[in-house]
């Protein structure tokens, strides 16, 4: 992937029954991201699903530097105090994926 862009593709599902939750953490979270380098953010909602079981409502792709700047943020200490929040905010596991180009 070294020379391909690389890109952290997240797909989720807001938890609306908890707007004040979703918002803070989104408002944290992309601070978090953009201070281990993710940048070009591209914000997506489901408007209809045509095929599938799906149930993502939600996907955000962020470009990086590399796979390894995802990682660390990934364990880093401020990506992984919003885990309560997180929960809150979201109605299932949010996936998170590391994706290059083809």
């Known amino acids: 992937?070294?020379?391909n862009k690389t890109f952290l593709i997240i797909n989720a599902?807001?938890?609306?029954?908890d707007m004040p939750s979703f918002q803070s953490y989104l408002s944290q979270i992309v601070g978090i991201?953009?201070?281990?380098s993710g940048t070009n953010m591209q914000r997506f909602k489901t408007v209809e699903q045509i095929m599938g079981q799906g149930g993502i409502k939600a996907i955000a792709v962020f470009e990086f530097p590399n796979a390894q700047a995802i990682k660390e943020m990934y364990a880093g200490p401020e990506f992984n105090a919003l885990n309560d929040l997180r929960k809150k905010a979201y109605k299932q596991e949010v996936d998170l994926m590391i994706c290059g180009t083809l």
Do not use: L
Request: hydrophobic share 25%.
């Open 1 to 3: 992937m070294s020379d």
């Open 13 to 17: 599902v807001p938890n609306t029954d």
């Open 33 to 36: 991201i953009k201070q281990y």
